[in-house]
């Protein structure tokens, strides 16, 4: 998946996908973890993501 954290804009792999209260807020958040940098970044927020790849 591809997402942004500040201006840098990253390439990882899902470790967690964070649902647990979508349904009171819809607030949804991943771990993501990029290989180039050889760390995982956590609780990044939906709205970060920019693309999606299956």
């Keep these: 998946m591809q997402?942004?954290?500040a201006n840098d804009i990253?390439?990882?792999v899902i470790e967690l996908a964070n649902f647990a209260h979508a349904s009171n807020n819809g607030?949804?958040?991943y771990?993501?973890?990029v290989e180039?940098?050889?760390c995982s970044y956590t609780h990044v927020p939906?709205?970060?993501v920019l693309k999606k790849f299956s």
């Design 36 to 38: 180039e940098r050889e």
């Design 10 to 12: 990253l390439t990882g």
């Design 3 to 5: 997402f942004k954290v």
């Design 27 to 29: 607030y949804h958040s």
């Design 46 to 48: 939906e709205q970060d």
């Design 31 to 33: 771990n993501i973890f």
